[in-house]
């Protein structure tokens, strides 16, 4: 049994279908990466996992459990996190005060202490600007901050949206070298990624979607070889 399986989600935004019958599934321990043009679908598949966007048909199941129709709420409570698109920090907090957010739903002091520790390990710039407001942060430091926020749930499957969106290439390179250590620690991570270079680069496998459906699904080391994603996708 996949860890996350997705069949034939048929996604709307009022009579605009923005998802056709997409179908995928994340194996636990995966980097699965989801690549596209703009407005292919990628954002919209996350947003429906996590219940922001429910589907309108389609079965997305969790851990064997139906979960389409479910609350966003209560799916972060049955184990399944996602930074933002476009990062989506609470500018006027501190840093600390956003990844406290992240563990809203948890009541374990002593864990959720540990995962702030874990947190600032990983990310060691937020450690640094623990009291500093998000919203003076680059964007580099603020996607940071969200994928942290996202840890502190403590989540079994980890729901990435376009981390390397607008952020210096250095910083891009630290973000993706820390998903690959976040995966290496044993967490689940299904990745939405423009930049399919980096996308490709970290995943095991890989879907490509063009206008809502599954063009392409395969090993990131093929699709890599591959000469149409090469073409449209990789610049070469």
Known sequence: MALLDVEDIATYYGNIQALKSISL?????????????????????????????????????????????TPPQQIVAKGISQSPEGRKCFPR???????????????????????????????????????????????????MLAIGRALMARPKLLLLDEPSMGIAPILVDRIYETIAEINKQGMTILLVEQNANYGLGVSDRAYVLETGTVALADTSASLRENPDVQKAYLGT
């Open 25 to 69: 599934t994340v194996e636990e321990g995966e980097i699965v990466t989801l690549i596209g043009s703009n407005g292919a679908g990628k954002s919209t598949t996350l947003r429906s996992i996590s219940g922001l966007s429910p589907p309108r048909a389609g079965s997305i199941r969790f851990m064997g459990e139906e979960i389409s129709g």
């Open 93 to 143: 907090m501190t840093v600390r005060e956003n990844l406290d957010l992240g563990a809203y739903l948890r009541q374990e002091k002593g864990a959720i202490n540990e995962d702030m520790e874990r947190v600032f390990d990983l990310f060691p710039r937020l450690k640094e600007r623990e009291k500093q407001k998000a919203g003076t942060m680059s964007g580099g430091e603020q996607q």
